[in-house]
């Protein structure tokens, strides 16, 4: 075993010293990478098997939001997720630690049952409006959560006015772009329904879905929010999309209204923004492409 190895090793025990009661004798590991600032490792031991996240930068706050993220969704007991075991830091690093899903094959009722799950996770809404009582992240972007009665507002507030100034502010886009988001912005209560908040999972793509040892879906790595469901449906479509059966399903639970096909650009300005912030200018097309349609 390389020294570092060793190391992460020794820091890997730490936490479970904390963490767990009984004997911490790791019997197995195996490590993961997720993207520039999260390492990851699956831990096994006598008593059961764990899952441990921690970064590297300076994201802090991050994984104690992901635990608060996560703890909101088991409280609507309807999609599983990863129980929470800890969140804290050791040697600096900050860390999740969590249960260990076993994976399986998709059952034949998945993409229903998924969509239907989803559906009823949406009609969890939240008296104060849309937003969040905590700071928490998408990816490596911080997401800002301020409260706000009125979903279009929360969306043009919260979500694109934030990208586009750091946008700005890093010459990611310019200023004849950025008039064309204010342009939008007058246009956007005629263009999508200002509906209650649903809570969300808030960065939902086939990367943070799992499926369990019974063939159901389980949802990790969350960014929750309360806000406009529509902008939950449309991230799913970011990257090829889920299966239609799971439209159909999530439809009849919790009925949209017509036209959604035509809004889900609109909503999708906000991870491409989000995009273009972490990854550069070659997402600054696709919002261009957007934004001239409007």
């Known amino acids: 075993m390389s020294q570092q190895s060793q190391e992460q090793y020794q820091f ?15 019997e197995e590991f195996q490590f993961f990478y997720g993207g520039n600032f999260n390492l990851a490792v699956r831990v096994k031991l006598k008593s059961g098997e764990f899952f441990i996240k921690w970064n590297q930068g300076d994201h802090h706050g991050l994984f104690e939001a992901e635990a608060k993220n996560l703890q909101l969704l088991n409280q609507t007991s309807t999609i599983q997720v990863p129980q929470v075991i800890g969140v804290g830091a050791v040697e600096e690093k900050e860390y999740l630690m969590m249960e260990c899903i076993p994976t399986g094959e998709i059952n034949t009722t998945y993409w229903e049952d998924f969509g239907h799950k989803l559906a009823l996770m949406h009609q969890n809404s939240s008296a104060l409006g849309h937003g969040l009582g905590y700071t928490n992240y998408l990816g490596a972007a911080e997401q800002k959560n301020d409260w706000n009665l009125n979903g279009v507002n929360f969306f043009i507030e919260n979500r694109l006015k934030n990208q586009i100034e ?129």
């Open 12 to 26: 890997i025990e730490r936490i479970l010293k904390i963490h767990v009661r009984e004997d911490v004798a790791i």
């Open 166 to 294: 750091i946008a700005v502010y890093n010459r990611k886009i310019d200023l004849e772009m950025e008039n064309k988001f204010n342009q939008l912005f007058e246009k956007l209560p005629d263009l999508i329904p200002n509906e209650p908040s649903s809570l969300m999972h808030g960065d939902l793509w086939s990367g943070n879905v799992m499926v369990n040892t019974l063939g159901q879906v389980v949802l990790v790595d969350p960014s929750c929010y309360y806000g406009l469901r529509e902008a939950e449906l449309a991230f799913t479509t970011m990257f090829g999309g889920f299966d239609k059966t799971f439209y159909e399903a999530y439809h009849e639970t919790y009925s949209i209204e017509k036209g959604f096909h035509e809004r889900i650009p609109i909503y999708n300005l906000y991870p491409l923004m989000v995009h273009v912030n972490l990854f550069g200018e070659g997402y600054v097309p696709a919002v261009q492409k957007i934004l001239n349609s409007y």
